[in-house]
């Protein structure tokens, strides 16, 4: 038996390096002869990788990988919507299989498959809309997106949220919803196979496979793995929001609706977005950053920047989604950033001179499942808050001093009843610990003459613990953004914070988190479609809500308004999405600068 096994294996493998030589052969020949010559081809190799995968051989899963990848540039080159969406399709069989595998073993998704995966999240939702099949670019959307955060939220909670009482109701009702969309389309006169209705029906079906699988692995105490578009279907029930992913393409992009089936509206509806090109989006990104992190102080060329941005964005995002669905104004909106217009302010962009987070409760997710998991967590009834304020850069040696940090800090505190947690305190008070040093009298502080001395270690090695044991938190002080090693980004609060020092630990649940900090709403610029960063992570890790800037944050008096209002909404218990859009709405209404209202953005539920 042994022997045979091993000569069986062996066989499987020389299948698996004649379907290699036969995509080298393929690619090549397509490079010599076009792509029409060999797009037929390269179905073909799909379909063979696909049935092989289906019958059990895990070794196809990264075939069908580079094959369905091959196959979606060929088809896409020959403007075959259809036939490139199904290959993109197939990829995210490839993906979330891998990505099971992966999670099982206890290994990281494989780096090599890591810029096939971008550069497939960058293309292939637009060609799912041009196709006409919405619902399979929300599909790939939340497939490829995640990659390093994940699997750490699934396998921690999705079996819980997904087992709960109320969850089962609402997929029980999408499952049945979903059940009847394909019955009536069943009962229309048969169509081609390669028809756009043939591939909606192709997605309804995986829709529905998966809720399937879902309920029945729920209800029996595991989890199916692969819940593709599950979870952000869950979450625009759960949240009563509309879930809107926003998707630059090559040339134009896509934002793609997507609605819980109680609402009566159509599941998933996509429209263009001509202006929303990937190279039009990282041309503004780069401009604003190159303005408002050159150091430059004239407060009229940073607002220019701002401004310019805000126009981009209204003009590329907001006034087509609104002229498309005007039902959304006013109501509760979730968007998913997709790739790289994470970097765009979607949050503050004023449409009509008022900022769309005050014309809707708006919110951001890195992707549905996020959505899930910030509406599920419940809020604290009542809130331990933690506020701590660093002003030094690193170990304040040479470094530039964030003088409006702790004033601002010990308003926030004032506000809610507690101390603020000063770790380093450009103005001590001779009498007290640092960290609990009284506010200098404004009218005879003095610009420090040295660096301040760094908080005791003791303090600052249970300083992740009290952040993770807070319900309501404010950390105010320099951030900076690795966007290479996006894990690498730090916050300074006394000694240098990585994101990839907070992962680890969980916060509590629903807690809010306010980012009062340069950058910190930004993610990696290198693999943009993992949406890696500090909002993702802190969801991942416990948070409901999570409010930060994507620019560098002025030190002004302005600012530490703009956290005031925040905080005096939040003691009225308005929801966080809707405090931070008052908030920003109030400053941009007394015509402040928009660089200081412009990055603020509120994540998660």
Known sequence: MALFERARAKQREQERETVRRALLD???????????????????????CFAELGCGDEEYAPLLFETARTSFGLHALCGQWLPATSSALALCTAVAFVEARSTKHGVPFPEGLLPGVQAMLDMSPDVAHRAGVPLAACIIAEVLTAMQLGDRTRAREMSAILGSEDALRRLHAIRRSQQETINRESRKSAVSVASAAALRSQADAMLLQDLNEVITGSENGYLHAGTTVVPAVLAASLTGRSVVYV????????????????????????????????????????????????????????????????????????????????????GRVAVIPVGESALLPLFTTPVDGIPVCARMDLTVVPSGQALLFAGTWP????RETLVVADPWYDDGAGGVLIEMTVPEAREVAALHGVDPLILRDPHPHPDSHPAMAPAPDPGTAQPPDRAADPPPAALLDGLVLRIAGADLIHLAGHGILDPENPLNSTLLLGRPTPLSALLPHDLRRGATVVLSACHLAGIGTARSAEQTGFPAAMLAMGASSVIAAL???????????????LHEELLRNTPPSVAVGRAVARLAGERNAAHIWGPLTHFGA
């Open 26 to 48: 393929l690619r090549q020949r397509g490079q010599q002869q076009g792509a029409a010559a060999v797009v037929d081809e390269s179905w073909q190799l799909v379909r063979h």
């Open 551 to 565: 620019w560098p944050v002025p030190d002004v008096g302005k600012t530490k308004l703009l956290m005031t209002h």
């Open 247 to 330: 998707v630059p393409g090559a040339g134009a992009g896509t934002a793609v609706r997507l609605e819980g089936p109680e609402t009566g509206l159509t599941l998933c509806e996509s429209i263009t977005l001509p202006l929303l090109g990937l190279d039009a989006v990282r041309t503004q990104a780069q401009r604003v950053r190159d303005v408002l992190n050159s150091g430059e102080r004239r407060p009229r060329l940073r607002d220019e920047a701002a401004r310019e941005a805000f126009d981009a964005v209204a003009a590329s995002v907001w006034q087509p989604v609104l002229e498309a669905w005007p039902d959304l104004e006013g």
């Open 379 to 382: 809020r604290p009834p009542r």
